[in-house]
């Protein structure tokens, strides 16, 4: 069963707050207790190009139970995802699901081709799941999950250039958020598990490089030269599909959320312009030395909100699922319903309170922080000779930023 929880720490460097998580293990949220997924563990991935660069988790199967499932943790919104699985027997058919918010509900599933395998791309944030429901038994697989290097666009800047603003208000315009994977992510959400699977004979390696396997732990066994052949082939699917991309921002531009409902960066936030005579290209000049330092703390605070955007959107949306599926449960049996209101209490809805206050906390501590840029912004402004910079221009886009980023529940 999945529960909330939380651990993470406000700091501050250069004076942009930033979130540190600190990650359990966690699996989407299920009643079933004979649900008992096995975690798929990401390690550093070198590959043969940069597109390839990430983390990888590479697994050999030999399924002997109906169902199947696993979970990967500690994902990026702002990174590629890849999932691929490779059947053994290429003629044996298999229903592949991967799960967000709960088990119970598919958030993409298909099935292998001609060739035994599938493979999916996308991008999410925290865990994902993934269910194997093989047409007959014992069935041989191996699956790939690649995770890439976050992406790092430049996030524009809400700045116009204006030699003299005479107080007079430019007009507004739209400000692109674009997401970049500065400073520390966040990763909320992170929900426990309570058991490992006991019906699956899995050989689990690491890949180093394409084709590089890393030794096997001596408690799982050593893979016979079978395991050995497919996860070759899997690793081979992987790195076509890496060679068919052209780079890893595109890649993660042309993914979809795994989860319909789940929030992702918002490339189209509105607000006002801010006119300044050290915007553009004069801003690397020596008397806009402390106009760039402060805008690039206000960037980073930026990025710090809609980073926490996400976070509230998608854990409200885990909250508001797992709830309805309780609910649903609980009207099968008396019993069940008593069962279910100590755990929607207990696992959901008390963390989910403290989770509120917090998020709130930080949104005030990042506006603190940014409204400490805007003032320093009007300061340089004023030794240019542009007084009440902030009382004119930076008071509204202070306004702006903290109504639209002020956390939703």
Known sequence: MRRIVYSFTVGVVLAAAAFLAQPSQAQPFTLDEKIKPTELKLADYKAESETGQGRLAQISITQTDPSQYFFVEGVSI?????????????????????????WEQAAISGHPDGEGHWETKFKTTGDFGIQVVPDKLPAKYSIIVWVGKEVDPQLPSPFVYSSSTGGVWLSSKIIIISIVGLVIVAIVAVLLFRSRSKAVTACLVFGLGLGLLLPMPASLGAQDMSDLKNLTKALDYLKKFLELEKNNKKMWDDSNPLSPGEAAP?????????PSSCAGERQSSEECRCFAAAAERLNKNRLMLEKMRIMVANQKAFKDKAIA??????????LMGLQWIGIRTHDIEEPYAQFKTIANQKHQLLMAAIQDSLKTISACEAKMGERDWYEKYGFVY??????AYKPSF
Not at 82 to 98: C, R
Not at 266 to 274: K, L
Not at 327 to 332: E, G, K, P, T, V
């Open 398 to 403: 202070y306004e702006f930023l903290y109504d």
């Open 266 to 274: 918002d490339m189209d936030r509105r607000g006002p312009t801010m």
């Open 325 to 334: 599926l309780g609910n649903s449960y609980a009207q099968l049996h008396t």
């Open 78 to 102: 702002y990174s590629p995802d890849y999932v691929g699985i490779t059947a053994d027997d290429p003629s044996s058919g298999m229903k592949v699901s991967l799960h967000k918010e709960t």
